[in-house]
Structures are given as structure tokens and as C-alpha cells.
């Protein structure tokens, strides 16, 4: 039986957010209100057909504060005014869970009716597959030998701390 080394492939997570005209139903509108989308995506737009669910564990405030997406898009919307650290559970076929903490952010400065989207990238890497399982994993193409693994959290956690390195530098030009 074939054995491929290692497959890559890159993966995005993030949120997008758009600031509410007015408070949805049903929520104060002393508040200023955010209609935003976690995700968790393919960079390509191709299927992560080696995701079998993502969980997404929202602040304990919300109703049901924990979401199971069992297929693509991975992602939940919601409405809001606060930011908060969302736990991240991913579930991958036949191979166990890969866990991250992605933050909520909304922008610094708010225009009506304009998108705003924070993403982060980085790759995943599947090791010791056989052919059968590499098709499921990745694409040939995706095939690249003698990668050496890097643990995604350190990778979010300095992409992290960059992205609000940036954006504190930008507030004080804005």
C-alpha cells in the first residue's frame, strides 16, 4: 500500500462583522450592536472533507454557547456588542481534535453598512496517510515530503499578537 508523508493544507479562521442601524428585536438598544460570523474555512474554497464537526464555544452569556457545525460552512452568526474569546474544537476524521481559541474582534472604527473581516491563516498538516486516506485529506498536489510540522497555536498566537501590533499602530495614525 502506497504511504504519502505528508499532506498540507491551508485553512482560514476568523469573523466578520458589520455594525447593526439599530438594536435587533429584543435586544437593549443602549448598547451598540454587531452582526457577526465565526468561521472556519478552506483557503481555496475547496471541501474539508477531513472535518467531520467544529464546535465553537461562545461567551457563557449567549444562549446555547455551544455550537456544533456538522457541515460546511463552518460557521455561526450571531448578534452582539461585546468581544470575547471563542473556544475552537475541530474534529477531524479518524484523526482526533485540533483546538484553538480564536478571537471575536470588531473594528475600531465603525461605518454603517461596511463588512469588516479578520481572518487568520495556516496550514495543517496530515502525516503517514495512505493513498485512499491522502484523497480524502488533500489533493495530490497538496502532497509536499519532508515538511516539518509546526504547532497551529503557536502559529495563531504570533499571527495574533502581529494583527494587534498592526492595529494599534494604525489607531494611532487614524
Known amino acids: 500500500m502506497q ?9 482560514e479562521f476568523g469573523n466578520r462583522v458589520e455594525l447593526c442601524q439599530q438594536a435587533p428585536p429584543g435586544k437593549d438598544p443602549a448598547f ?3 452582526r457577526w460570523t465565526i468561521f472556519f474555512r478552506a483557503a481555496d ?10 464546535t465553537f464555544k461562545l461567551h457563557e452569556s449567549m444562549t446555547n454557547s455551544r455550537r456544533t457545525v456538522s457541515a460546511e460552512p463552518f460557521e455561526v452568526s450571531e448578534y452582539g456588542w461585546g468581544t470575547f474569546q471563542i473556544e475552537v474544537t475541530v474534529k477531524i476524521s479518524s484523526m482526533g481534535n485540533l483546538k484553538f481559541v480564536l478571537p471575536l474582534r470588531f473594528p475600531h472604527q465603525t461605518v454603517p453598512g461596511k463588512t469588516f ?6 496550514m495543517v498538516y496530515f ?3 495512505t493513498a485512499s486516506q491522502a484523497a480524502l485529506y ?5 502532497f509536499k515530503p519532508e515538511i516539518p510540522v509546526q504547532e497551529l497555536s503557536d502559529w495563531t498566537e504570533r499571527l495574533n499578537e502581529i494583527e494587534n501590533t498592526l492595529m ?3 489607531d494611532i495614525y487614524g
Open 32 to 34: 451598540t450592536w454587531y
Open 117 to 122: 473581516e479578520y481572518k487568520t491563516m495556516d
Open 45 to 54: 474554497g475547496k471541501p474539508l472533507r477531513f472535518v467531520e464537526r467544529v
Open 3 to 11: 504511504q504519502i508523508d505528508v499532506i498540507q493544507r491551508t485553512i
Open 127 to 129: 502525516e503517514g496517510l
Open 168 to 170: 494599534d499602530e494604525l
Open 138 to 142: 488533500g489533493d495530490a498536489k497538496d
